[in-house]
């Protein structure tokens, strides 16, 4: 039997006859015994620049820009010591303001926000969302190409200290999230988060899986960062359970350097070669919606030999109560994989004429779904599911019928719990 997340919970399953599986899971760290002590430890001794204390001395007004409902990032942990450290610098709680870092996805819920940070920081401090369409809520950072400056949300650049949280974690395009990404991707104008998500970015051999070096998406995510004055960031590391097993802060782009460093060979675990079929585990949040799930196919093909082989089959368990999702980015997902002309189409359209946020996914998954086939099982809405070119399956069992009825029998599976996390390496 194995097990694989689902929504809050797991499923157990077995493969039928014929298939050999096996599974791969992140290589185990020790976690934070005391998490909070750790994290208030790790404030008062950044791994490079100033501390807070000295960095807040004199500000008037502080935004810390916070992850939003789709990310597991444990703000809870992150932003208290934060907030300790300034009000030991004198900043009150009124010149202090928390961003939601949502992108180009829906505003959270006041329920998402006290989920997670806590009630305490909700009914102490001001807490709101980005809003990535708000051109008044917008201010240019710098220049960008074709003469399109670089937008970030204006109660984050205004600030006299700017401040962040993340997880750094294996990303489909920065190489590992983290650093400044929560205010260059998650506090931007739709055109910033257009060009970082764009074929022309996405196609460079350097834009790829736990790679920081050399990475055109990260180089740009840096450097829109220092201009719109981040200055020091909160990260933590997280294993496959959602513990914590290492935390930094300090100047953001070394704070990603080194969590990195301690991640990348907990994430990354070689496998002899690719299968036929794999089983990709996502689980909450991510599996709320279609359009975040679906990750988990996209960052098993983008590894660096793909993990299915052509012709075959990724299985992702994910309820998606949401359908594809509720925020521009999802909607406009949704609508381009049901554009005439297939996934071919998506991605000649995309090379063409640039995307909007949000229709990077449709860029990516057509990709994905012209080598292989995508199963959801368990999908709430499986007309959804079919409607980006997917395959809904009520069951595991109804999934792994259909996955063996596409690639024949004998097979070889591949059953990764934590798809977003572990990154199998093929080695053959």
Known sequence: ???????????????????????????????????????????????????????????????????????????????????QELAAAGIP????????????????????KREKLGDAIVDRYRVIDHDGANDAQLVAVMDGPGGLPFRVNRTAVEADLLLSTGLVE???????????????????????????????????????????????????????????????????VLDDHGKMVAVAYGAPSAVQDHLAEFARPLFTVPIPTQVDIAVAGVGYPKDANLYQASRAASYLQFAPTPVVRKGGVIIIPASCPEGAGDGAGEQRFLAEMQLPGGTEGVITRARAHGIKPGAQRA??????????????????????????????????????????????????????????????????
């Open 1 to 83: 039997m194995f097990t694989v997340p689902f929504a809050r919970g797991n499923w157990e399953f077995a493969f039928p006859a014929g298939v050999t599986a096996t599974m791969v899971e992140t290589r185990p760290a020790p976690p934070v015994a005391d998490p909070a002590g750790a994290a208030m430890a790790a404030v008062q001794s950044p791994v490079a620049g100033p501390s807070l204390r000295d960095l807040a001395a004199g500000a008037t007004s502080v935004c810390i820009a916070v992850t939003d409902a789709t990310r597991a990032c444990p703000d809870h942990l992150l932003v208290p010591p934060m907030l």
């Open 93 to 112: 709680d009124a010149a202090i303001t928390i961003l939601v870092a949502v992108g180009a996805h829906r505003a959270s819920t006041d329920a998402e």
């Open 170 to 236: 294996p990303h489909q395009y920065a190489g590992f999230s983290g650093g400044g990404k929560t205010v260059v991707i998650g506090c931007a104008d739709e055109a910033t988060i257009s060009y970082t998500h764009g074929p022309a970015m996405l196609d460079q051999d350097g834009t790829r899986l736990a790679r920081l070096a050399d990475n055109p998406f990260q180089q740009a995510v840096r450097k829109v960062a220092k201009q719109a004055g981040l200055v020091f960031a909160g990260n933590a």
């Open 363 to 428: 860029y990516v998954m057509a990709r994905v779904l012209s080598d292989i086939s995508v199963i959801v099982a368990g999908i709430e809405h499986p007309e959804i599911a079919t409607a980006v070119g997917c395959i809904p399956a009520a069951t595991m069992e109804e999934a792994l019928a259909k996955a063996t009825a596409i690639v024949g029998l004998p097979a070889t599976a591949l059953v990764v719990p934590h798809a977003l996390l572990t990154l199998p390496i093929v080695q053959g």
